[in-house]
C-alpha cells in the first residue's frame, strides 16, 4: 500500500505534514533487507512540567561533534519462547520501530534483536501474513521478549488484499472470524496485541465511497455506504475471534484500531458497527515546521491526542517517523539539509510527545528499522539504519529517545546538532 502526502494549510503558511505511511499489507511485506549498503546520513523542547520528565528534558545548548561509532555487535540470544512482557512503560510511554517480519535467518534475527535490545526498543511492529511460514518470526518474538519487549503485530488475512465490495455481511465476518482465529490461536503465545489489517482507510473501495481526510470527526459520510458495510463485517469479525481466543485461553490478548489522517468518525462509525478493540492505533509524520501534535485542531478540537484519547482507550503511534523523509528532495544523508531538518523534526516532535497529558500513550514505534533499497522512493528511505551494519543519525536519536545505549561519539552526534542536550540524553536514560 503507497504512502500518501497530505498537504495543509496552518495559519498564514502552507505546512507539508505526511500524515500516514504503511507498515504493511500489500507492500510485499518480506524480510527486512539488509542488503545494501549506502553512505552515512538528526528543537524546541516541550513545556515542561516542575518534577517531570519534560521538565528535566528542557533543552540547553550542545558541543561539537564527533563521527559515530557503529552498531554494537550481537548479544546472544535469549531463551526460547518467553511470554510477553505485558507491565506497562517505565517511563512516559515505551519508544520501538517497526521490523515488518523479522530476518531471513536465525544469525539475522539474533543481529536484528541485539540492535534492538542495545537501543531499548521495547515495542516492536511486525506484519503477521497468517498463511505464511511463520518460524522465523515466531524465533524473533521471541528473542524480543526474552529482553523485555513486546510485540504488535498486523495481522493481514485474506480480506487485506481483497477489495470486493460484498453484501452477503454474514458470511464475511464468518470468514474473516475463522481466519482470524486460526492466526491468533498460533500465536497467542508469544504475541497479545493484533492489529486489524492495515491502513484500512486508504483501501480503494474506501476511498472511493470516501475521500481520505474528508470526513473529519463525523461518522456520518461512513454511514449507508455498501464498501464501509463490508469493511465493518471483516473488523467485527477479526475483533470477536481475538476476543474469544482471549476468553478460551485467559490471556491479555488485545484488538488494535488504526487510524490515519483526521478522519476519526471512522471509529466512532466502527464502534457503532460493533467492532470491539481495544488500543487505539495512529500513524503520523510530522514535519519540522507543523504544530505541536498536542494541540494542532487541523485534526479536530483538542488535537489528534484528545482525538483519540475520545475513544476512551490506550493509544500507540505506532507508525512515527520524520515527514521530510516523503519530500522530493529528501536526501538520506548525514549534513545534508533535508535531512537535517528530519532530524530536528523528530527530536521536537518527540520532546513533545514526552509532555503530553491529553492521552494514555502507550508506545511510539519509528517506521522502520532499515532502509528497503529494492523499493521505489520514498518508500526505501525510511530506516533508521541504512542496513543492519550502516547506522544513521537517526538511528541514534532513536535510541536517545528510547533510553539506550549511546558510545560517546554517537552522543555528540545528537548534541552537536542542538537535538538534545547531555542532561536530557541522561533524563531518559532514568527511564
Not at 507498515?23 to 528543537?43: F, N
Amino acid at each position: 500500500m503507497k504512502r500518501r502526502l497530505f498537504i495543509k494549510s496552518s495559519g498564514s503558511a502552507a505546512a507539508a505534514v505526511v500524515l500516514t505511511a504503511c507498515g504493511g499489507g500489500g507492500g510485499g511485506g518480506s524480510a527486512v533487507d539488509a542488503s545494501s549498503a549506502g553512505a552515512a546520513s538528526a528543537t524546541a523542547s516541550a513545556v515542561p512540567q516542575p518534577g517531570s520528565l519534560a521538565s528535566a528534558l528542557e533543552a540547553g545548548p550542545a558541543p561539537e561533534s564527533a563521527v559515530p561509532a557503529p552498531t554494537p555487535a550481537p548479544a546472544p540470544a535469549p531463551a526460547p519462547t518467553p511470554a510477553p512482557a505485558d507491565t506497562p512503560a517505565a517511563g512516559p510511554f515505551n519508544v520501538g520501530v517497526n521490523v515488518h517480519t523479522g530476518g531471513s535467518s536465525v544469525s539475522h534475527n539474533a543481529q536484528i534483536a541485539a540492535i534492538l535490545q542495545a537501543r531499548n526498543f521495547k515495542r516492536i511492529r511486525m506484519d503477521y501474513f497468517w498463511t505464511q511460514d511463520q518460524t522465523l518470526p515466531r524465533d524473533l518474538i521471541a528473542r524480543i521478549n526474552g529482553y523485555g519487549g513486546s510485540v504488535e503485530m498486523s495481522l493481514q488475512i485474506s480480506y487485506q488484499w481483497d477489495h470486493t465490495v460484498y453484501t452477503d455481511l454474514a458470511a464475511v465476518q464468518a470468514k474473516a472470524y475463522r481466519e482470524t482465529y486460526t492466526a491468533v490461536d498460533a500465536m497467542k503465545d508469544v504475541v497479545h496485541d493484533f492489529e486489524l489489517l492495515n491502513e484500512v482507510q486508504l483501501r480503494s473501495e474506501i476511498l472511493a465511497a470516501v475521500p481520505w481526510n474528508s470526513a473529519g470527526t463525523s461518522k456520518t459520510p461512513y454511514q449507508n455506504k455498501p464498501a464501509m458495510a463490508s469493511l465493518a463485517a471483516v473488523l467485527r469479525g477479526m475483533a470477536n475471534a481475538i476476543h474469544d481466543v482471549a476468553a478460551k485461553s485467559a490471556l491479555p490478548l488485545r484488538v488494535v484500531m488504526g487510524v490515519i489522517g483526521r478522519d476519526f468518525g471512522l471509529l466512532s462509525y466502527l464502534r457503532d458497527e460493533g467492532v470491539q478493540w481495544d488500543v487505539t492505533g495512529f500513524h503520523v509524520y510530522p514535519h519540522e515546521r507543523a504544530p505541536n501534535l498536542r494541540t494542532d485542531t487541523w485534526y479536530g478540537p483538542g488535537g489528534p491526542l484528545a482525538q483519540l484519547a475520545a475513544f476512551g482507550k490506550p493509544v500507540t503511534l505506532n507508525e512515527f517517523n520524520a515527514g521530510e523523509i516523503y519530500d522530493a528532495g529528501y536526501e538520506n544523508a548525514s549534513g545534508q539539509p533535508v535531512t537535517e531538518s528530519g532530524l530536528r523534526s523528530t527530536a521536537r516532535h518527540m520532546l513533545e510527545l514526552y509532555s503530553q497529558t491529553e492521552c494514555q500513550l502507550e508506545s511510539v514505534v519509528f517506521y522502520e528499522l532499515l532502509d528497503a533499497p529494492s523499493k521505489p522512493a520514498p518508500e526505501n528511505r525510511f530506516g533508521l539504519m541504512f542496513n543492519l551494519d550502516a547506522p544513521k543519525d537517526l538511528l541514534y536519536l532513536a535510541t536517545a529517545l528510547a533510553g539506550g545505549t549511546l558510545s560517546s561519539p554517537e552522543r555528540v552526534a545528537i548534541t552537536s546538532r542542538g537535538l538534545l542536550t547531555d542532561g536530557q540524553i541522561d533524563a531518559m536514560r532514568r527511564y
